[in-house]
C-alpha cells in the first residue's frame, strides 16, 4: 500500500479498491516515512519499544523501591521493640 502511495495512487483510491481505510493507509505511509527520516511528527517504532520498555523498567524500579521502604520499616519497628537484638522470628 505504501508503495502504491508513494508510486502516485491516493489513499482513497486504494480504500475503494482494497478492504484498509483511506485513514489506515495514510497513518501507515506516515509511519513508512517516519521509519525512513522522512518526517520527524512522531516517534519511530524503535523509540515506541524503548518508552515501553523504560515504562516496565520504571514500573518494576517503583515496585522494588516500595518493598525496601516496607521492609525498612519492618525492621525499624522490630529493633524499637527489641532493643537487645532481634527475637529471631
Not at 16 to 29: C, G, K, L, N, Y
Request: proline share 4%.
Amino acid at each position: 500500500m505504501i508503495e502504491l502511495v508513494h508510486s502516485g495512487r491516493s489513499p482513497e483510491d486504494l480504500a475503494r479498491e482494497f478492504e484498509p481505510t483511506a485513514q489506515s493507509i495514510s497513518t501507515w505511509v506516515k509511519q513508512a516515512e517516519r521509519e525512513a527520516g522522512k518526517r520527524a511528527d512522531g516517534p519511530i517504532s524503535a523509540e515506541r519499544e524503548e518508552l515501553a520498555r523504560l515504562r516496565r523498567e520504571n514500573h518494576r524500579l517503583r515496585q522494588e523501591r516500595d518493598i525496601l521502604a516496607k521492609a525498612a520499616a519492618w525492621f525499624a519497628r522490630e529493633s524499637k521493640a527489641n532493643p537487645n537484638g532481634f527475637s529471631g522470628s
